[in-house]
């Protein structure tokens, strides 16, 4: 019998050691302390950080600790320095990129030790594969980085925006209809396939809109849209696409108009919440709009009709308006 059977044909551990090579530059050889003392900043600070980034708290004399982290506090306390990063929203910033780069961590790392597994027999893929694919990966990722950066800077550069800044915008939620009973159903494969098709095809449309996708959370998708037409458009889109798209899934959606809290790439304040309750009592392949949104579509162009007022969570008379495409005439 094969000794190998029913293992992975790859060690995992063999990922840490070259990772660990390529992305620092030695061994860990310091502690918390010479750690902020070398960048010039406050340990309870350095601390702090070091936590919002979504690390456990590692012992004061534990060496764990390289150059690669003495730099980063460095170029932190610069930033702060030049009040790129004001003290007060520091937290924030941090947890944001914390919890945006342990996402794509955990994906990345994942999908490539599926890769690796492939290897016959138990033998160990070359080492050197490893090294070679962990800086390609980091450079697509700056390539991508500095994309988004010029196409955000290409969208707000006529506006007078600032880290936080509050903007009348379309926003929406999609949602899969019975996503809870029908992930029951299928296999963790199927499913996956599912949700990965239903983000891809959200993406593409809102960014046809001029729209931009903020979120997606398993079954839901939260998206901004400048123009209110195109927003329509876009939700009017993405309920009729299971009909000529059999992998998507049935969706609703709720859109509301109104005044939002741009911030650390998420938005805020009350325009999000009735999207968020609208799309909670739409129907299967329906979208409901908000009361200021309706009041600002063309009625030429889309067949809106008020329905029932409905009591949500936070909203006990919210008016939702059926929004449909015009018929032709």
Do not use: C
Request: charged share 30%.
């Amino acid at each position: 019998m094969n000794e190998h059977a029913g293992q992975s044909a790859f060690d995992p551990s063999l990922l840490i050691d070259v990772a660990g090579e390529y992305l620092f530059d030695s061994a860990p050889t310091l502690t918390q302390r010479e750690v902020a003392d070398r960048a010039g900043m406050d340990l309870d600070l350095a601390n702090s950080l070091w936590r919002y980034l979504g690390f456990p708290e590692v012992e004061d004399d534990r060496v764990a600790f390289t150059g690669a982290d003495v730099e980063a506090l460095r170029v932190t306390k610069r930033l702060i320095d030049l009040g790129v990063l004001e003290e007060d929203r520091l937290p924030q910033f941090v947890r944001s990129l914390g919890r945006t780069f342990a996402r794509l961590a955990d994906w990345q790392t994942r999908l490539l030790l599926g890769v690796l597994q492939t290897a016959e027999d138990g033998e160990q893929p070359p080492l050197d594969v490893l090294a070679e694919v962990i800086p390609m990966v980091e450079e697509v990722q700056g390539y991508v980085w500095r994309r988004h950066l010029l196409a955000t800077a290409s969208r707000i550069a006529l506006r007078d925006v600032r880290s936080e800044t509050e903007r009348q915008l379309v926003v929406g939620f999609v949602d899969i209809v019975g996503y809870t009973s029908r992930s029951r159903q299928m296999s963790p494969r199927a499913l996956g396939a599912m949700v990965e098709w239903f983000e891809r095809v959200v993406t593409e449309l809102v960014v046809q809109h001029g729209g931009q996708v903020i979120k997606t959370i398993g079954d839901e998708a939260l998206f901004t849209v400048d123009d209110p037409t195109e927003g329509a458009l876009l939700a009017l889109e993405l309920v009729e696409r299971a009909e000529a798209d059999e992998q998507f899934p049935d969706v609703r959606v709720g859109l509301a108009h109104g005044p939002v809290l741009a911030r650390l790439g998420d938005v805020f304040g009350s325009t999000v919440n009735i999207a968020a309750r609208l799309t909670s009592v739409a129907r299967p392949a329906r979208v409901l709009v908000d009361a200021d949104l309706a009041e600002l579509l063309d009625h030429e162009e889309f067949r809106l009709r008020r329905t029932r007022r409905v009591s949500v969570k936070g909203y006990e008379h919210l008016e939702p308006w059926s929004l449909k495409r015009q018929r032709e005439r």
